[in-house]
């Protein structure tokens, strides 16, 4: 009921960093994409089948070496139904293989709506009685904009189920200022008054780690704000995006660390996922290309935060 | 490229408003269950089928009465990739009846990501040279708590294939205010704002009609600030759910309409799909129920608008 089970697993790897599952067919070796497609054809089932290959070769090189994957739903969802079920797949190859689950899908509505969402990516949904798992991640990325109303079913199911959610604070595009850098009548800006919001809305489900099962989701981009919001957000985790291919380096993300180097999980996606193209080596090493850069991330953040 | 399409549906069938399917197993009448799970079993995908065919009966019922249908996202993933399955077939059922499509899910992200929400949703998805509807709607609500960065990519799409987006504004739940109603220094509302970047976003995909391809998502549970921000966003065509169900009436929405009785569509989903169940009628009678109310709500609707 709080982030307490992915400090665990953190602490275990002794690596803060989560490698994000956002697989584009571009970003796949021809060779796996060929065999689906001898398969399934190049259809949106071809697709699907080769990212589901293509992630479970990710995740067997990955899997001693990070504490957790963020598969980003909209890369599933580009491919269609069939693309949505890589993604369960997918979640239910990497929990199999003892890896935290964050879905990355940014789902925000109100109400009975929330309650469904809520039961989709971390709760159960109910049968006639039986309670199935849709999707099962242990975690979700969610956006604020609704208020409270929009929150309080997912905190019933982080409560009953040891779950948690990342609250869209601050983000790493160069646009997030337009709305969330706005600086409200009372002086704070409009994302630090939802990173209050966080606090507020985790305050009961506080672990044995000091920090609640409301998360953050604060860029690397901005270091200067990451900062300001790790001391403002004492029992807020965060989740930091950026890192690598937008530019945020190691020294950008320490900001996001407390003072006994926990309070955060540094997410890279076409870093690890692509490292095979930036090292030009064979494509059937992608994985171990994949494993070499997430060793290297780990390295160089653990040596910031220390 | 605006949403002169949707508005033509309207004119024709002389109804803004438009059905949401978010059906749950709660709404579905037993005897399309059963039949369901006597094929699939009582499983996420028995769940799936009688969704499926729930959703077909409200079509084929409402079909010459409503200009469009708004499936939610939510109720669809809580069943799973089999769930999700039931929402494309919706989608692609509903168009073949020539409904137009508005898929409620809320979408928000930045850069590569938004794209492929972008294309999963309303645009195409390239496999190997070929263009593929994932899922096909004409418009998808989004959050634009992200700023232009998540919104830009959407707006390609809308130009290139005559598509539409929704922005949350003013969303009709209690507790929308606590980030919506805060005034920013400048002393407007964080929805205003929002609302401002709706026009701006939309400004040069304005159709006949006067309205562009980005509309907004306003509440009809705030008539007050339904009337003054359709005074202040003249391109912005609204979605308004908040009717029925959740407590707004006919009166309540009549502000969101400008002096040609057009501007804004008007959502009811519980208050249709589970018409069957507040009439007591037969439960075969279900899609029959859904229709005389959405009939009736046409004629109130109507009533208040001219």
């Not at 995740?59 to 890369?75: E, F, G, H, R, W």
């Not at 506080?206 to 004492?234: D, F, I």
């Not at 540094?266 to 090292?279: D, F, L, P, Q, T």
């Amino acid at each position: 009921m709080s982030f307490d089970r992915l400090i665990q697993k953190i602490r275990e790897k002794n690596n803060p960093t989560v490698a994000g599952l956002d697989p584009k067919l571009d970003y796949i070796p021809e060779y796996i994409k060929e065999e689906a497609y001898k398969k399934y054809g190049k259809t949106l089932e071809g697709a699907a089948e080769a990212l589901f290959q293509f992630n479970k070769g990710l995740i067997n090189a990955l899997c001693d070496i990070v504490p957790a994957v963020k598969p980003q739903a909209a890369y599933y969802e580009m491919y269609g139904w069939q693309g949505v079920r890589t993604l369960a797949k997918t979640i239910e190859y990497a929990k199999k293989k003892g890896l935290y689950v964050i879905t990355d899908a940014k789902r925000n509505d109100i109400g009975a709506t929330i309650q469904a969402y809520s039961a989709a990516h971390i709760g159960k949904t109910d049968i006639e009685g039986e309670s199935v798992e849709a999707f099962g991640a242990d975690a979700l990325t969610v956006n604020g904009y609704l208020g409270t109303d929009g929150i309080r079913p997912l905190l019933d199911i982080c409560k009953a189920d040891d779950k948690g959610i990342f609250v869209l604070v601050k983000t790493s595009n160069p646009s997030s200022g337009e709305l969330q850098d706005r600086k409200l009548d009372d002086g704070l800006t409009v994302c630090h008054t939802v990173g209050d919001m966080c606090e507020n809305w985790g305050k009961d489900t506080v672990g044995r780690t000091g920090y609640s099962a409301v998360g953050a989701v604060v860029g690397a981009t901005y270091p200067e704000q990451l900062g300001e919001l790790r001391k403002a957000l004492p029992h807020t985790f965060f989740l930091v995006p950026g890192y690598g291919a937008q530019g945020g380096g190691a020294k950008d993300v320490a900001p996001a660390f407390d003072e006994n180097g926990i309070g955060a999980i540094v997410n890279s996606s076409r870093g690890i996922m692509c490292a095979w193209k930036k090292e030009d080596c064979d494509p059937t090493e992608y994985a171990q290309a994949a494993r070499r850069e997430a060793i290297r991330m780990r390295d160089e953040i653990v040596t910031c935060i220390d």
